[in-house]
């Protein structure tokens, strides 16, 4: 059946400041256009290293019906392939983790090294060339420790403007001296943009994440202080004063803090260190730090909280004892797996430096929340009575830069391949 919309022309019309229309978050053949356009071109976070601590360790990641597999080798180097059998396609790794040797497809044992050569395949003849049947390679990148994948065969360059403005402001976290203390796979009833659309935005924070409230102040973390009445006048500027404060003194210990904004790159990326309330240690319910022992050299634990955004699908959170990372990966048009995963000092003993359900209290409160409002927009957007609804510019002008963005990149894929033309 031939859809009732032309796909290109609801692109090029969409309403600047304003949510977009019902088929982008609904129709298959707006997914199948995001996989190609988005997940297949650009660089997309899917791991981070502490998950593959030693040689031999491997994760298997599925972007729209691709599984890639990293692996860490022998060097300590990790990498990437397609996880397909160059035999007759098999399945390599089917465990979203696990420990292997080489690689071995359980098949017919055609057998790979951790470089993806054939070094194995019997009954194929003398004159079978092992050298022509490696496993296909994917383009990767650490950051820090953040892993991220680009499936296209010639990923977008600017991944090195990404690369080096934000290792100054991860490497001191020391993500490759941690350990994964935990991870959660939480499937949210939406489409892929929902999720990203709701956590750009905090308009909705204060009254649905009273945990994650907690240590955030409103001004910095959801609502502009431009549009702070005076009445509370006298809360900003106390904000701004500590904003100030703990800015220079963060740099001044060598901790970069400035907000970062590239949001209109093709990779795109924004980062901000903003202070934490309360006692000020880390983003816990009580706001003292979740793990005794803190990570890499840092000696002081109020060293606010460290925001990272990538489009199309993660943000991270950086304290001074502990990080969390999220990753959005779509599966169908209205179902998204959001992969949640805390780190902590690779040192710390639960129990003795950290309480695990401290440690994961609040993120786990507030996906869950998250969830359930990304289910209500998907309900709403499917409802013949959706139109597309304007953004707020005090507390959502990250969503109109979401939406800039993406329009951005699908008038790009359109421009470089031919579209084809159904037959009269």
């Known amino acids: 059946m031939r859809s009732s919309f032309n796909i290109q022309e609801l692109v090029d019309r969409r309403k600047k400041g304003r949510s977009l229309e ?12 995001d996989i190609d356009a988005i997940f297949r071109q650009l660089w997309v976070f899917v791991a981070v290293e502490p998950e593959l601590p030693e040689p031999g360790d491997c994760v298997t990641v599925e972007i729209g019906g691709t599984s890639i597999l990293l692996l860490r080798g022998d060097d300590m180097g990790i990498r990437a392939f397609h996880n397909v059998c160059r035999h007759r396609g098999a399945r390599l790794i089917d465990e979203r983790t696990t420990t ?3 690689i071995v497809c359980r098949y017919h044992g055609w057998t790979y090294n951790e470089d993806g050569k054939l070094i194995l395949a019997e009954h194929m003849g003398a004159d079978f060339d092992k050298d022509c049947h490696g496993l296909k390679a994917i383009h990767l990148r650490s950051i820090s420790g953040l892993i991220f ?5 010639n990923p977008p360059e600017d991944i090195e403007e990404m690369t080096r403005v934000m290792e100054p402001y991860l490497a001191l976290h020391d993500i490759a001296n941690c350990k994964v203390a935990h991870t959660t796979d939480l499937i949210e009833e939406g489409n892929w943009k929902l999720t990203i659309e709701n956590n750009r935005e905090c308009y909705h924070c204060e009254g649905t994440h009273p945990q994650l409230t907690v240590p955030l102040s409103e001004f910095g973390f959801g609502f502009s202080p431009d549009e702070m009445d005076e009445r509370r006048s006298e809360d900003v500027q106390n904000y701004l004063k ?21 949001l209109s790159n093709t990779t795109s990326f924004r980062a901000m260190r903003l202070p934490l309330m309360g006692e000020g240690e880390s983003h816990t319910l009580d706001t003292k730090i979740a793990s ?52 902590v000092h690779k040192d710390a003993i639960e129990g003795e430096h950290y309480n695990l359900e401290n440690l994961k209290q609040v993120w786990t409160m507030t996906n869950q929340q998250d969830a359930d409002l990304v289910r209500l927009a998907q309900i709403g957007c499917e409802d013949p009575a959706y139109e597309p609804g304007p953004y707020s510019q005090f ?3 990250h969503l109109e830069t979401f939406c ?6 699908l008038q790009e894929h359109f421009a470089s391949c031919e579209l084809e033309v159904p037959a009269e």
């Open 22 to 33: 019902a088929p982008f978050y609904s129709a298959p053949e707006f997914l199948d256009l």
């Open 100 to 102: 292997i040797g080489n």
């Open 149 to 153: 994948i680009c499936l296209a065969e």
């Open 242 to 262: 500590v904003l100030e404060r703990d800015h220079k003194r963060w740099e001044a210990d060598g901790l970069p803090s400035a907000e970062m904004d590239r």
């Open 292 to 343: 005794k022992k803190l990570l890499g050299a840092f000696t002081d634990a109020k060293l606010g909280g460290l925001s990272f955004w990538t489009h199309p699908n993660s943000w991270h959170h950086f304290m001074s004892d502990h990080i969390v990372t999220f990753s959005a990966l779509p599966i169908s048009p209205g179902r998204t797996l959001v992969r949640t995963t805390w780190l």
């Open 395 to 397: 507390t959502e002008p």
């Open 404 to 409: 800039d963005w993406y329009i951005a990149r």
